[in-house]
């Protein structure tokens, strides 16, 4: 236990709010006997519940790293869509400077390594145990196919970040991804291959989706429908086009596209019918100034929403039909008559409107958050289908989702590259603040690009990144490289 930093995380980690140096030196008082949480299903059932809860936790006792919503954000600081609307409050500047990935002693190659691995180490002691379970096996079933589904949900986070882009055309894709480790250990191990991690990502989701059906009794847990999903992007960054597009309609079949109503609403409710998988919060689990609403409403009563709005790339507005409802999802010119702030708020051009919890100035943090919808299924078909080929059909998909959000659209009669570049700019739009647009950059090898839109040069600084340059994978954290010797560092 003296020996090793993150990979201790992998034996040890049930409901430990973080690994900290000290937990290498005994067992640390926080965690739950293997043995003891797994011998029942219903003890397992609790397990499993600890494991959600590690996703919406503050890591590296930093309240801008509230876990998995906390890089939502954080994928899309890190691309060009998301403006800092003011220098006042400096929370996730490093990550949009890419200065914080960079360091093997910053936080951001620190804080997903932390965050997954503790995913992983603790869905491992669940798939590892579940089998002997006192229960049914239908429950043990739903356990396990939960922690399958949470497996590769993180392994797949770590190898866009850690790793190359996959490359179907390079297969197989030997650079080196992350350590993949499927068993409790303490060991630390050498990081495998791409190829190799995405071969068990698919063997988990194919695994998982065995064992799971599409009840349960919150949109927090996976079921599913959320593993087509889960597969739906595993499949489409890697190139295969046609999993993708099949994995995507069986995802959304079960939900319904959201009305106008429900749009302008503030993406903070899990009830919406849109949603297939997000974190319903709970008013015993308030994060308060850690929490994702904290950091993308328009609306919370922080000095960071107070002082730092976020807002839209004004050439990505400039390209939105008045007649979408979308474009009210931002104010290009805000009053106080026509865009929510908390008290003291400063306005900026083109700001965010998309979140809002209730209550203006609102006091709560209890903002659901949404993990997957049905709209990026209908994206995902879509891009999938045109990439195929198969330009009607994915011109009706566009289709179909943007006459719900526009009733003026009109269906579009592009091909080939044309017709691939309106569904990306759909998807730029749709998908804005939860979480897409660097991986989404990188697994389609195109260059970072701030030029000519309304990023403040003194905060973003970093306006050009080329395709397949070093900065697109993080660093391995230097505590880890210090604790496994099996491991190496990412180029500098």
């Not at 100035?361 to 289908?385: F, H, K, N, V, W």
């Not at 009109?410 to 590259?417: D, G």
């Amino acid at each position: 236990m003296k020996t090793r930093f993150i990979t201790a995380c992998l034996a040890i980690g049930f409901f430990v709010a973080s690994c900290k140096p000290e937990y290498l030196e005994t067992a640390p008082t926080g965690s739950v006997d293997a043995g003891a949480a797994y011998a029942t299903t219903k003890n397992a059932s609790a397990a499993i519940n600890g494991i959600y809860r590690a996703m919406v936790v503050r890591y590296l006792s930093s309240q801008g790293h509230f876990g998995h919503p906390a890089m939502m954000i954080i994928m899309d600081v890190m691309g060009e869509d998301l403006v800092f609307g003011n220098s006042a409050n400096n929370w996730h500047f490093a990550e949009q400077r890419w200065t914080s990935h960079r360091s093997e002693n910053g936080t951001m190659s620190e804080f997903p390594f932390q965050l997954y691995y503790r995913l992983i180490g603790n869905a491992n002691i669940a798939v590892t145990s579940i089998d002997n379970a006192t229960g049914t096996k239908a429950e043990r079933d739903q356990i396990k196919g939960e922690a399958l589904g949470l497996r590769a949900f993180s392994y797949f986070n770590l190898v866009q970040l850690y790793g190359k882009r996959y490359d179907a055309a390079a297969k197989p894709n030997s650079q080196l991804g992350v350590p993949l480790v499927l068993t409790p250990t303490t060991e630390g191990l050498p990081r495998a291959t791409v190829e190799d991690i995405y071969t068990q990502i698919n063997k988990d989701l194919t695994d998982a989706a065995a064992l799971l059906t599409t009840t349960r009794t919150y949109k927090s847990h996976i079921n599913l429908d959320v593993v087509k999903g889960l597969q739906a992007r595993v499949a489409l960054v890697q190139q295969n086009w046609a999993a993708a597009a099949t994995f995507a309609a069986d995802a959304r079949k079960n939900y319904s596209l959201m009305s106008d109503t429900q749009y302008l609403d503030g993406f903070a409710d899990v009830t919406n019918p849109e949603w297939i998988w997000g974190f319903d919060h709970l008013e015993d689990q308030s994060e308060f100034f850690g929490a994702y609403h904290s950091y993308i409403s328009d609306n919370f009563n922080s000095s960071n929403i107070r002082q730092t709005p976020k807002a839209l790339n004004s050439l990505l507005y400039n390209q939105i039909p008045a007649t979408d409802v979308r474009s009210k999802l931002w104010v290009k010119t805000p009053t106080a008559t026509n865009a929510i702030t908390p008290p003291g708020g400063v306005r900026v051009p083109y700001m965010n409107q998309k979140f809002r919890l209730p209550g203006t100035p609102s006091t709560s943090t209890m903002g659901d958050i949404p993990y997957m919808r049905a709209a990026e299924m209908y994206l995902i078909e879509a891009e999938a289908q045109a990439r195929l080929g198969k330009n009607t059909e994915a011109a009706k998909l566009l289709f179909d989702l943007t006459t719900k959000r526009d009733a003026a659209y009109k269906l579009s009669t592009s091909t080939s590259t044309k017709l691939i570049d309106e569904i990306l700019l759909s998807r730029r739009v749709e998908l804005w603040g939860e979480g897409h647009r660097f991986l989404d950059l990188k697994r389609m090898n195109l260059p970072l690009n701030r030029n000519g839109a309304n990023h403040n040069p003194a905060v973003a600084v970093l306006f050009d990144v080329a395709p397949g340059d070093n900065q697109w994978e993080f660093l391995i954290p230097r505590r880890e490289i210090n604790a496994n010797p099996a491991i190496v560092q990412n180029p500098l």
